[in-house]
T-cell receptor
Framework: SAVISQKPSRDICQRGTSLTIQCQVDSQVTMMFWYRQQPGQSLTLIATANQGSEATYESGFVIDKFPISRPNLTFSTLTVSNMSPEDSSIYLC???????????FGSGTRLTVV | LAKTTQPISMDSYEGQEVNITCSHN???????ITWYQQFPSQGPRFIIQ???TKVTNEVASLFIPADRKSSTLSLPRVSLSDTAVYYCLVGDPQGGKLIFGQGTELSVKP
């Protein structure tokens, strides 16, 4: 299965600023997925990122708040913009490679907004 | 995607067998049942997947009755290191995304 490197592993940020999270995969993958896990909660899918096209966002998530880049088949970034304390969560990227196989997750980015 | 219902939490002791049941009454014909495990400060990790009857691997067994409206994850002889959150997911493996339910927080005590 694919190996995912996600960074930063954690960060503490001031409200009103933005943070970009990087996700690097050791193989080429068609789709990459970004999740949010709020404290004590399950995972919520933010968006699906395909290379060469705009990300597809789930209900409740918008591009202005969570812009995503997917410049190639091994890399993606998620930016959390204009942060507020409510954005304090763990953000995880995930891939499914090959298609139909179990998903692999990164170790997550623990974000605290103060 | 079929919605799942599982207990919020379970307690067990080392050496016991743990069975976590998941209900998925609206499972579709093409849906598979997949279980993931998540330790604190880590991303979820795949445990087992099945379509019907019984599947077993080195970590767990998955029991699925004929009507497929529920499934049971069985962990034999748990240890303290099995303390984690276990998620039951139902969907078409070709569906392209995973939707997580609430999960079951398993606490294994000495």
């Amino acid at each position: 299965s694919a190996v995912i490197s996600q960074k930063p592993s954690r960060d503490i940020c001031q409200r009103g600023t933005s943070l970009t999270i990087q996700c690097q995969v050791d193989s080429q993958v068609t789709m990459m997925f970004w999740y949010r896990q709020q404290p004590g909660q399950s995972l919520t899918l933010i968006a699906t990122a395909n290379q060469g096209s705009e990300a597809t966002y789930e209900s409740g998530f918008v591009i202005d708040k969570f812009p995503i880049s997917r410049p190639n088949l091994t890399f993606s970034t998620l930016t959390v913009s204009n942060m507020s304390p409510e954005d304090s969560s763990i953000y995880l990227c995930s891939v499914e490679e090959p298609r139909g196989s179990p998903f692999t997750f990164g170790s997550g980015t623990r974000l605290t907004v103060v | 995607l079929a919605k799942t219902t599982q207990p919020i939490s379970m307690d067990s002791y080392e050496g016991q067998e743990v069975n976590i049941t998941c209900s998925h009454n609206n499972i579709a014909t093409n849906d598979y049942i997949t279980w993931y495990q998540q330790f604190p400060s880590q991303g979820p990790r795949f445990i087992i997947q099945g379509y019907k009857t019984k599947v077993t691997n080195e970590v767990a067994s998955l029991f699925i009755p004929a009507d497929r409206k529920s499934s049971t994850l069985s962990l034999p002889r748990v240890s303290l290191s099995d303390t984690a959150v276990y998620y039951c997911l139902v969907g078409d493996p070709q569906g392209g995304k995973l939707i997580f339910g609430q999960g079951t927080e398993l606490s294994v005590k000495p």
